[in-house]
T-cell receptor, first 117, second 116 residues
């Protein structure tokens, strides 16, 4: 049973560029959440997708956008990259249990390390 | 609002010694709490979770955590550290959102260093 997969593993971009990160959820999961983990910090929630729609967003600017496909995979797009966007971007998948913590456990992928120069 | 505070950004132990990683939470609703581990250059792996069934929760790799409401704590312990336990550990609290669904709010993490 494949877990959560992310691509690419590493990415180097320059300021002002745009980037797309990809995530495939764990088999049987239909909900994808994205997190940003800056160096030395815990992950920060960016947004969550379910049924191809963004259903909640954290405190991130509109430069951060996403998409979910019918097969539940997801993309994270960041426009007009800033140096401060350098971080590990983590994707987590879960089942849509309506907020039941017993079943709504998030499983994380290995992350994409984005470096902005 | 939900938040967690992890005391100590770094904890050093000798191999075979007790591991104690501290986490205190703040929650406006009954808390559900998690511990994740992150090995170098990897994503987060779930160690254990508390969902109100039992206050002492056992996880993988010999770790356990005890929920103490009176102390608003959920400290992670392991009786005997192994070199392979060296990693960063994150405490997280289940966070309901306006949408009615949920996400996680993480602490800043504690790096566990294990010396021979």
């Amino acid at each position: 049973d494949a877990g959560v997969t992310q691509s690419p593993t590493h990415l180097i971009k320059t300021r002002g560029q745009q980037v797309t990160l990809r995530c495939s959820p764990k088999s049987g999961h239909d909900t994808v959440s994205w997190y940003q983990q800056a160096l030395g910090q815990g992950p920060q929630f960016i947004f969550q997708y379910y049924e191809e729609e963004e259903r909640q967003r954290g405190n991130f600017p509109d430069r951060f956008s996403g998409h979910q496909f019918p097969n539940y995979s997801s993309e994270l797009n960041v426009n007009a990259l800033l140096l401060g966007d350098s971080a590990l971007y983590l994707c987590a998948s879960s089942t849509s249990s309506g907020g039941n913590p017993s079943t709504d456990t998030q499983y994380f992928g290995p992350g994409t390390r984005l470096t902005v120069l | 609002a939900q938040s967690v505070t992890q005391l100590g950004s770094h904890v050093s132990v000798s191999e075979g010694a007790l591991v104690l990683l501290r986490c205190n939470y703040s929650s406006s609703v009954p808390p559900y709490l998690f511990w994740y581990v992150q090995y170098p250059n990897q994503g987060l792996q779930l160690l254990l979770k508390y969902t109100s069934a039992a206050t002492l929760v056992k996880g993988i790799n010999g770790f356990e955590a005890e929920f103490k409401k009176s102390e608003t704590s959920f400290h992670l312990t392991k009786p005997s550290a192994h070199m392979s336990d060296a990693a960063e550990y994150f405490c997280a609290v289940f966070t309901p959102m306006n949408s009615g669904y949920s996400t996680l709010t993480f602490g800043k993490g504690t790096m566990l260093l294990v010396s021979p």
